[in-house]
């Protein structure tokens, strides 16, 4: 089985993510950061997952703009989402507003990685925004960001090689 797992990541968390999941999936598998890498044709390819990063409630123009050149061959394929999103509460709206409603119909699996701000490594503007969002999170009692490895692991194992029993 051949798995392109294709992404957006600005500041490497979502990166990260990635290289985990790609770890823990059986057979080939290829990823490709669309904000930085050019995306292959995917008809190559079994599986695909597909994700990234939510900045200001949006996810990378790059990703939306793969999903609706390629929604046709994508909707052939087995397919898993994924967002890293600081807010997991939010995960439902993020997903509606970062992928066509056909992606969404036709998906094996749906998975919040949750987030973490690495202010350090953000340009300014995003450092700003960030900052006023912890104030606001903070003020209006709402839990820190925190991440979730083992949605990860759930996202892997749809992807995992089903072997028939002997």
């Known amino acids: 089985m051949k798995t392109m797992i294709i992404y957006g990541s600005e500041y490497g968390y979502t990166s990260e993510c990635v290289q985990n999941l790609a770890k823990e999936i059986d057979g080939d598998v290829?990823?490709?950061?669309?904000?930085?890498?050019?995306?292959?044709?995917?008809?190559?390819?079994?599986?695909?997952?597909?994700?990234?990063?939510?900045?200001?409630?949006?996810?990378?123009?790059?990703?939306?703009?793969?999903?609706?050149?390629?929604?046709?061959?994508?909707?052939?394929?087995?397919?898993?989402?994924?967002?890293?999103?600081g807010v997991a509460e939010n995960f439902e709206t993020h997903l509606a507003n970062s992928f066509p409603e056909e992606l969404l119909k036709c998906?094996?699996?749906?998975?919040?990685?949750?987030?973490?701000l690495r202010l350090s490594k953000m340009k300014f503007?995003?450092?700003?925004?960030?900052?006023?969002?912890?104030?606001?999170?903070?003020?209006?009692?709402?839990?820190?960001?925190?991440?979730?490895p083992e949605n990860i692991a759930k996202l892997a194992?749809?992807?995992?090689?089903q072997t028939e029993p002997i």
Do not use: R, W
């Open 30 to 85: 290829l990823t490709i950061n669309v904000c930085k890498e050019i995306a292959p044709d995917i008809k190559e390819f079994d599986n695909l997952i597909i994700g990234g990063s939510i900045y200001m409630g949006q996810i990378q123009k790059k990703i939306k703009e793969f999903c609706t050149k390629n929604i046709a061959q994508i909707q052939t394929k087995k397919l898993g989402l994924f967002l890293s999103c």
């Open 107 to 116: 998906t094996t699996s749906k998975q919040c990685f949750g987030g973490e």
């Open 125 to 148: 503007m995003h450092k700003t925004i960030a900052n006023m969002m912890l104030k606001m999170q903070e003020k209006a009692g709402n839990p820190p960001i925190k991440q979730f």
């Open 157 to 161: 194992d749809t992807f995992k090689m």
